[in-house]
Each structure stands twice: as structure tokens, then as C-alpha cells.
């Protein structure tokens, strides 16, 4: 019986009921994740050590790096992929212990209000996400960083450094904000695929 609920649930994930919503875990699950490990890895992988300052000193160069980055580009995507996972995620379990097939969630009024809460919630999640990113890291990274270095009891209270890569940098982040903002676009479609389908099925009774 525990294999039977993996099962519904992996296809649940896999297999979403809707046209847009199976395209949407494609988007989501290859092009976005590959993006974020692959070429994520190969632009931030190394910033830390590429991060130098004048002086040239590790403590100082860690310290204006924290100071620049609170918390590092690919943890914040990587946690924004996982949490915007998981409103779906919990209502494809809900279906899989419930022994729910994706038929019956546009069929059932109450399944169906349901998985439209669960896709508001993900488009929630990723505004959220969105405007953090901005708050973060902003849209464009700058070649030099001026660091606050008061609390370092240093002569100098401003302390220039130098950002690797910067160019690369901004147009990653450029394509991340793409990638969220198609994300959105794909779950409001998703609400309104949910809601004529709904109504073609009424129709049809």
C-alpha cells in the first residue's frame, strides 16, 4: 500500500492536471534547475576567493564579502526552488493518501478549490521570492563595492573591492528574475486552464 501512495504521489508531481501545469514542472524541473546548478555553480562557484579588497588582507576581504553578500545568490535561489515546491508537493500527497487521481481534481469541486489554493499559494511564494531578490541583490552588480569597515577598528572606514565577473554576474540574475517571472505567468495560466476546464466540464453534464 506504501508503494501504491509513492507511486500516485511521484505521478501526482510528475504529471500535474493540467496541459500548463505539466509544462510548468518541465520549465520548473529541467530548464530552471539545470540553470541554477550548472551555470549557477560556474558564476558563483568561486566569488569568495575572487573577492579581493584594498588592503588585500583575508580578514578584511572576508569580512566586506558578508557584507556584500548576506547570503549568497544560490542559496536563496536554491531554497526558493525548494519552498515554492512545496504547497504542490503537499497537495499531491493529500491526493496520493487520498487516493486521488488527477481525473477526479477537475472534477470535484472541492479537490479542484484545493489545487487552485495550492497554485496561489506558489504564485505567493514567488512574488515573495521575486521581491527578495531584488532587495538582495538588485539588478545590476557593480565592478567595485564600497565596504562599511567601521566595525573593523581599521584607519580606513571605507575600504574599496573588487566584484569578479561582474557582467556575468548581472546577466544571471537578470535571467533568474526571467525565470520567475515566466514561472508566474505559467501558474495564472494555470487558474484560468483550471477554470474553463471546470466550466466545459459543467457544461457537459
Avoid at 505539466?22 to 549557477?40: A, N, P
Avoid at 477526479?104 to 531578490?133: H, N
Avoid at 569578479?164 to 514561472?183: S, V
Amino acid at each position: 500500500m506504501s508503494l501504491n501512495y509513492i507511486k500516485n504521489f511521484y505521478e501526482g508531481c510528475m504529471k500535474p492536471p493540467t496541459v500548463i501545469g505539466q509544462f510548468h514542472t518541465l520549465f520548473f524541473g529541467s530548464v530552471r534547475m539545470f540553470f541554477l546548478g550548472v551555470l549557477g555553480f560556474a558564476v558563483y562557484g568561486n566569488e569568495a576567493l575572487h573577492f579581493s579588497c584594498d588592503p588585500d588582507k583575508r580578514e578584511v576581504n572576508l569580512f566586506c564579502y558578508n557584507q556584500f553578500r548576506p547570503i549568497t545568490p544560490q542559496v536563496f535561489w536554491a531554497l526558493q526552488l525548494v519552498i515554492v515546491l512545496v504547497p504542490g508537493a503537499i497537495f499531491h500527497l493529500y491526493a496520493a493518501c487520498k487516493s486521488i487521481n488527477q481525473e477526479c481534481i477537475l472534477q470535484k469541486p472541492i479537490y479542484t478549490v484545493i489545487y487552485i489554493l495550492s497554485v496561489l499559494l506558489r504564485i505567493s511564494l514567488e512574488v515573495v521570492a521575486f521581491w527578495l531578490q531584488i532587495h538582495l541583490f538588485g539588478f545590476q552588480v557593480k565592478p567595485l563595492y564600497l565596504c562599511d569597515a567601521v566595525s573593523l577598528g581599521k584607519k580606513l572606514t571605507i575600504i574599496k573591492c573588487m566584484v569578479p565577473e561582474h557582467f556575468e554576474k548581472t546577466i544571471f540574475l537578470i535571467a533568474m528574475y526571467t525565470f520567475t517571472a515566466i514561472t508566474i505567468v505559467l501558474c495564472v495560466a494555470e487558474i484560468f486552464e483550471i477554470i474553463f476546464r471546470r466550466l466545459c466540464f459543467l457544461i457537459s453534464q
